[in-house]
């Protein structure tokens, strides 16, 4: 019997919150959850992948329904061991940056540094595991941004990128997102607390 969550109308991160809480009541099943925009859908599906759990989306009008399938423990633990042979490449270090500039003062001078600063992330071993933009940080992860080649060169060797989806909402940027994906404040909240190492710019 697949077990229904009703996420609608639930502002962020309620609907990520709301699957994690059903997903950890189970041993192993399936469950649809019920959302109505795309930055709950883009979560929730965030959230399945992290948690190595196969997942589809389908729509219903204007309800997407993200369906999740838990299986036996033994698959995440497989997927672990593949996991722990891979090379080192990477600190446990989330840097968090919420601004496009550096620092305070001139402007001009702190889009220049938060540049510079990115730029030498693709330069300098191990790679952080995450970066997390939010409030006008999100700007830099849209089209446009100087940074962009330089963040896609840190996707591309595993880094992960994440924008705040309220943040980008709120700027009328989310359809110009271009690198990384997109999370919520439950997510920016477990990476901080989780990571070894948090920096914030």
């Given at each position: 019997m697949v077990k229904e969550i009703d996420a609608r109308e639930q502002a962020c991160p309620k609907p990520v919150i709301m699957t994690k809480k059903a997903l950890e009541s189970m041993d192993k099943g399936e469950i649809d959850v019920i959302v109505d925009n795309e930055v709950?859908?883009?979560n929730v599906s965030k959230l399945s992948k992290s948690m190595n759990l196969e997942y589809s989306v389908s729509r219903d009008n204007e309800n997407?329904?993200?369906?999740?399938?838990?299986?036996?423990?033994?698959?995440?633990k497989e997927k672990e061991d593949i996991d722990i042979c891979k090379p080192n490449l990477f600190k446990d270090t989330t840097i968090a940056i919420n601004s496009d500039k550096m620092g305070e003062g001139n402007d001009e001078l702190g889009k220049i540094l938060i540049k510079?600063?990115?730029?030498?992330?693709?330069?300098?071993?191990?790679?952080?595991?995450?970066?997390?933009?939010?409030?006008?940080?999100?700007k830099l992860t849209v089209e446009g941004s100087e940074c962009l080649e330089d963040l896609k060169t840190l996707e591309e060797a595993g880094v992960e990128i994440l924008s705040c989806g309220t943040c980008l909402d709120y700027n009328n940027?989310?359809?110009?997102?271009?690198v990384g994906g997109v999370t919520?404040?439950?997510?920016?909240v477990e990476k901080i607390k989780n990571s070894t190492n948090?920096?914030?710019?």
């Open positions: 709950a859908k883009e997407f329904i993200i369906n999740i399938v838990k299986g036996e423990k033994e698959e995440v510079g600063f990115i730029y030498s992330l693709t330069e300098s071993l191990p790679y952080p595991s995450t970066l997390v933009f939010y409030n006008n940080g999100v940027i989310a359809d110009k997102l271009s919520n404040m439950y997510t920016i948090t920096i914030t710019i």
